[in-house]
């Protein structure tokens, strides 16, 4: 073999070498945890199941990161390995999101339900303790400020049948949780009103 002909042999060998060492990004890898992420937000995960959710995706922002990260390496410095567990941390659990939304839905949903319920006894309790309620300057003014807020929640409360039959359960329910807060919050206040009163 002539001297050409074993420079040419070795120069094709270090660049199979060169490519083989090359590391290439895992974008299967990353287009599988993109499109899982996507199906588990299609079904309400990121609502329902907010935690999981965010770890997934906390997972692929940590992958991107990492990619970003070896990208800007020598190409023969490249390891996608850290990146393709983050990938596959973020699929698991993107999976793991959008299975677990369903049966999270009719919790929230049966939620939903009985705060309506539970809401309606506390405006009933709050509108008794209303009539009860010191007539002073001051207090007139407290008590019209009190009942604006429970027309408030009670408009709320008819409101949710409807985001319920609609299948916004997280939105029913995140409305009664704070009108219920809130009617217990002017409940306490009442009370307080009214034990002073009775105090005097």
Same mark, same amino acid.
């Given at each position: 073999m002539s001297v050409k002909s074993l420079l040419s042999? *070795?120069? *094709?060998?270090? +660049?199979?070498a060169f490519m083989a060492g090359c590391a290439k990004p895992p974008q299967?890898?990353?287009?599988?945890? !993109?499109a899982a992420l996507e199906a588990a937000k299609a079904v309400g995960a990121d609502r329902y199941v907010a935690d999981v959710f965010n770890? @997934?995706?906390? /997972?692929?922002?940590?992958? #991107?990161?990492?990619i970003e990260a070896q990208n800007s390496k020598f190409a023969l410095g490249r390891n996608y390995k850290k990146a393709?567990?983050?990938?596959?941390?973020?699929?698991?659990?993107?999976? %793991?999101?959008?299975?677990? =939304?369903?049966a999270r839905k009719e919790e929230v949903k049966a939620?939903?339900?009985?705060? $309506?319920e539970d809401v309606k006894v506390a405006l !009933?309790?709050?509108?008794k303790l209303i009539k009860r309620a010191p007539r002073g300057k001051e207090g007139r003014a407290a008590i019209d400020a009190m009942q604006a %807020?429970? !027309?408030? *929640? %009670? =408009?709320? +409360? @008819?409101?949710?049948?409807?985001l319920i039959e609609s299948g916004d359960y997280i939105t029913a329910h995140d409305r009664l949780q704070a009108g219920l807060a809130k *009617? #217990? /919050? $002017?409940?306490?206040e009442l009370k307080q009103a009214i034990a002073k009163k009775a105090g005097r």
């Open positions: 042999l *070795v120069a *094709v060998i270090l +660049v199979m299967a890898d990353l287009d599988a945890a !993109k770890a @997934a995706q906390d /997972s692929l922002n940590a992958a #991107n990161t990492e393709q567990a983050l990938l596959a941390a973020a699929t698991r659990l993107a999976n %793991e999101a959008k299975d677990k =939304t369903a939620e939903a339900l009985k705060l $309506i !009933k309790d709050a509108g %807020e429970l !027309k408030a *929640v %009670e =408009t709320s +409360v @008819a409101e949710a049948p409807a *009617v #217990n /919050s $002017i409940i306490d």
